[in-house]
């Protein structure tokens, strides 16, 4: 089976622009999660989609955004970049049915630099 | 709240040896799970471990093994003749129940050195 996929893998952007991830989960994984992972404030929750909902949600200002597709594949936005954006994004799925919880697997991330 | 203390921010050993790094962590709930990943210089986390608050049995997995302690709210894992390919930072997360699974916290990871 394939893993989960991201793209692109490195960002460059500039300050005040706006900025789209995607990621592509591991086939027949229903549930993809995002996190940040910086240097100072480490691996940070931003949110999980299931069936197109979003399911829970980290503490992040309303500029970070995701969305997922019917095809469980999910993107998530940056509006309105800042210098803290620049992070590694990572993208996890996990298959997110019933009430267990299921171990989630990591793609590769998204480096964004934001200049 | 819910939390994950790993104290250890780096830990240094030389082939062979063996390691133990400690994971701490806070939860209301009753219902949680807990994992370890392991981040290679590569970047990509890789899942090792699940483990359930109804199950505090130990786990071995080859040279890796697992000591989930309700008591002390600890979940440590420990390499047995570690080498230099376990370098690596390693993280342990926890997952409330409640948030049906989506939501992993992470601790602040412990960066593994292995030295041949």
């Known amino acids: 089976k394939a893993g989960v996929t991201q793209t692109p893998r490195y960002l460059i952007k500039t300050r005040g622009q706006q900025v789209t991830l995607s990621c592509s989960p591991i086939?027949?994984?229903?549930?993809v999660s995002w996190y940040q992972q910086t240097p100072g404030q480490g691996l940070q929750f931003l949110f999980e989609?299931?069936?197109?909902?979003?399911?829970n949600k980290g503490n992040f200002p309303g500029r970070f955004s995701g969305r997922q597709f019917s095809n469980s594949r999910s993107e998530m936005n940056v509006s309105t970049l800042e210098l803290g954006d620049s992070a590694l994004y990572l993208c996890a799925s996990s298959l997110g049915v019933g009430r267990t919880t299921y171990e989630q697997y990591f793609g590769p991330g998204t480096r964004l630099t934001v200049t | 709240a819910q939390k994950v203390t790993q104290a250890q921010t780096e830990i240094s050993v030389v082939e062979k040896e063996d390691v133990t790094l400690d994971c701490v962590y806070e939860t209301r709930d009753t219902t949680y799970y807990l994992f370890w990943y392991k981040q290679p210089p590569s970047g990509e986390l890789v899942f090792l471990i699940r483990?359930?608050?109804?199950?505090?049995q130990n786990e071995i997995s080859g040279r890796y093994s697992w000591n989930f302690q309700k008591s002390t709210s600890s979940f440590n894992f420990t390499i047995t003749a570690s080498q230099v390919v376990d370098s690596a930072v390693y993280f342990c997360a926890l997952s409330e129940a409640d948030n049906q699974g989506g939501k992993l916290i992470f601790g602040q990871g412990t960066e593994l050195s292995v030295k041949p």
């Open positions: 989609y299931f069936s197109e909902t979003q399911r």
């Open positions: 086939s027949g994984h229903r549930s």
């Open positions: 483990r359930n608050s109804f199950d505090e």
